[in-house]
């Protein structure tokens, strides 16, 4: 209910006001989200990234040693254009920005040539009650979106089992590791689909790592090769 409340006000809005560029806030004199300028500025890497000391990192290399995955952030944090993106899509319900965010993702994977011909998907899970009340899980959305564009398979292999608090209310990196420590397991239903697998785990956002490192853990305890956490911005 809240969800369909949600979309009847933005469809109201809408008919009421022009559309705004999310960023700039500018009239836009198209349905979209972002004017020309906002979205030509915003700025993609070119490489992968060691999760830890963020060193980057060519694909074909091996890691620092520091984890035991690879870190593919398309843009950072830190970028106006992509920040607001996602908090709109997280945060006002805008589930219509999964083409935009998921294009900047493609668009990363072919700057830095990563091959994942080979590799599965699999979307960082929200807890049932709290997708309930955001009406839709953002991750999941960024995951279809990449699997059916690059002809992969998505596979929910994830489960939430603990209803943590968000990352972002926890006040350090020591709250944010307690707070997330034990959250998933993997589906019974899945095990065989992840074992011996190369996996791109897809999340919005890499802040300290705390919630990729937890489900990359579970990954491999189960037999997963190797993983790439791909995001749309690191902070």
């Known amino acids: 209910m809240k969800l369909f409340l949600i979309k009847c006000k933005n469809f ?9 560029c999310l960023n700039c806030k500018k009239g836009l004199t198209q349905n979209k ?18 999760p830890v000391c963020r060193l980057r990192l060519a694909e074909n290399k091996k890691i620092c040693g520091h984890t035991k995955y690879l870190l593919g952030a398309a843009g950072n944090y830190d970028d106006s254009v992509i920040r607001n993106l996602i ?14 965010l998921g294009e900047i993702l493609l668009r990363y994977i072919e700057n830095c040539k990563l091959k994942i011909e080979n590799f599965i998907i699999v979307p960082i899970p ?5 997708e309930r009340q955001r009406g839709f899980n953002q ?11 690059l002809n992969l398979n998505s596979i929910d292999a994830l489960k939430r089992i603990k209803n943590t608090k968000p990352q972002a209310q926890c006040k350090n990196n020591e709250s944010r590791t307690e ?19 190369n996996i791109l785990l897809i999340d919005d956002v890499f802040t300290t790592g705390s919630t990729i ?23």
């Open 179 to 197: 707070n997330i420590k034990n959250c998933f397991k993997i589906k019974e239903s899945a095990i065989k689909s992840i074992k011996n697998k």
């Open 87 to 100: 908090h709109y899509f997280k945060y006002n319900s805008f589930e219509n920005l999964t083409p935009i």
């Open 126 to 130: 929200l807890h049932p009650s709290r």
């Open 213 to 235: 490192n937890e489900a990359v853990q579970i990954l491999k305890q189960n037999g997963a090769r190797k993983i790439i956490a791909l995001v749309v911005a690191k902070a």
């Open 33 to 50: 989200y972002l004017c020309d300028n906002c979205h030509n500025s915003i700025q993609l890497n070119t490489s992968l990234f060691c």
């Open 12 to 20: 109201v809005l809408d008919i009421l006001f022009p559309p705004l």
């Open 139 to 149: 991750s999941k959305l960024l995951a279809e979106y990449i699997a059916q564009r």
